[in-house]
């Protein structure tokens, strides 16, 4: 699980976690300022309405989702003596769409789409508030993994300019010609393609005709953190021969 992240929602601070890539809005942080607090995920989660949502939004979104079972809710739901909480919702459906944690960051959480539904269910405009934090966040986070991306690819090309300078200082003999010595460098840069992507560049570049660059560019962040420590390492045994 990530570290949470707090959204400022009017005098609200709602906590926003990251499950199995997922994010998830604590709907207990964003009862806080409500005079009924926690109590009210109880109310909703009871509603005809709102079980009709969550059973829309659950067989679509989960393979395994028990929709006999919710048929059974959906027919007591409505009737005086029917109680509904997240915990029997999640045991009797299988849904994956809200959850129950403990410890630091306890509490009820659900899925952006749910959490807004039950936004719009407090206050219209409390959801208006919820839904501009939540897309500033996501819009803060996409920004800083490009500008990471962009750092990690300058780091990559100065790596592989200082590979190539101690490929030609170390492997190349003086004798060869420049057609020679350019296998000699695709041969150590596909070394390393193949390593990590798959494919040569040539491979790389016949299966992917559209696209401009080279299969660098089109690395994610991950892939290039690994890339600039695999020709770190190379070049530290090119130094060694």
Known sequence: ?????VLQVKQSS???ITENDTDFISLTDMTAGFREGSGLIGKWITNKNTLEYLGVWENIKTPNFNYPEFGVINQEAGVNR???SVGQWIDRTKAIGLIVKAGRYGGTYAHKDIAFHFAMWLSPEFQIYLINEFQCLKDDENNRLKLEWNLQRTLAKVNYQIHTDAIKE???PKEITKQQASFVYTNEAD???VALFGVTAKEWR???TDKSGNI???ATLEQLVVLSNMESITLCLSDKV
């Not at 699980?1 to 992240?5: D, E, I, L, T």
């Open 170 to 172: 170390n492997l190349i």
């Open 82 to 84: 029917f109680i509904m």
């Open 216 to 218: 660098r560019d089109y």
């Open 14 to 16: 709602i906590t926003v």
């Open 1 to 5: 699980m990530a570290k949470g992240r």
């Open 191 to 193: 070394l390393l393609n």
């Open 206 to 208: 016949d299966n992917n």
